[in-house]
């Protein structure tokens, strides 16, 4: 099955500076690649997607990149804020199972 | 509309005790899924579900029923409770397939 393997587990950056958060799969056939935000105490939330055959998508200070040769896609957000703090966990399709697989998350902290 | 709710939000039960963690969404979203999260092991699928009286395991099944009789409804049966279930369970659903996740608020429980 798929496997999806998340760093870092912890970061923590200085507020207004950028952070990245890199995830590589290792099913080839994988085409769906989200990223979901999980507040502390809260629900999980998708902030930003990405398929396949997208090499990057952006939303305001948040943007994904893939490369699909290299079966890696990383999560960057600039211009960090306070309330940027939080787990971030990336995840992909597998191609098979059809199913999410995630990977274990990354507690980012963004200090004042 | 009220998304995704489940209840109960905390949960202890003794080793053995059977219960239904109960998951209802009014978005008429056909698949919809359960979870586990660990500390450091992200979101497991425990069951999921594309449609009414169509459910399948996912990655963690084992001690755990579910049944889909309604689109809203898609209730988690822990059959005879160990201490090693004591986890966050979120439900999830989608308007199709894995993609775009729309979490509950999740459910805490320990089993003793």
């Known amino acids: 099955g798929e496997n999806v393997e998340q760093h870092p587990s912890t970061l923590s950056v200085q507020e207004g500076d950028s952070a990245v958060i890199k995830c590589t799969y290792s099913d080839s056939a994988s085409n769906y690649f989200p990223w979901y935000k999980q507040e502390l105490g809260k629900r999980p939330q998708l902030i930003i997607d990405?398929?396949?055959?997208?090499g990057e998508k952006k939303d305001q200070r948040i943007a994904v990149t893939l490369n699909k040769t290299a079966k890696h896609f990383s999560l960057h957000i600039t211009e960090t804020q306070p309330e940027d703090s939080a787990v971030y966990f990336c995840?992909?399709?597998?191609?098979?199972?059809?199913?999410?697989?995630f990977g274990s998350g990354t507690q980012l902290t963004v200090l004042p | 509309n009220a998304g995704v709710t489940q209840t109960p939000k905390f949960q202890v039960l003794k080793t053995g005790q059977s219960m239904t963690l109960q998951c209802a969404q009014d978005m008429n979203h056909e698949y919809m899924s359960w979870y586990r999260q660990d500390p450091g092991m992200g979101l497991r699928l425990i069951h999921y579900s594309v449609g009414a009286g169509i459910t399948d395991q996912g990655e963690v099944p084992n001690g755990y029923n579910v049944s889909r009789s309604t689109t809203e409804d898609f209730p988690l049966r822990l059959l005879s409770a160990a201490p090693s279930q004591t986890s966050v369970y979120f439900c999830?659903?989608?308007?199709?397939?894995?993609?775009?996740?729309?979490f509950g608020s999740g459910t805490q429980l320990s089993v003793l």
């Open positions: 995840a992909a399709l597998s191609g098979s199972a059809r199913q999410l697989t």
């Open positions: 999830a659903s989608s308007y199709q397939g894995t993609e775009k996740l729309f």
């Open positions: 990405i398929r396949s055959n997208v």
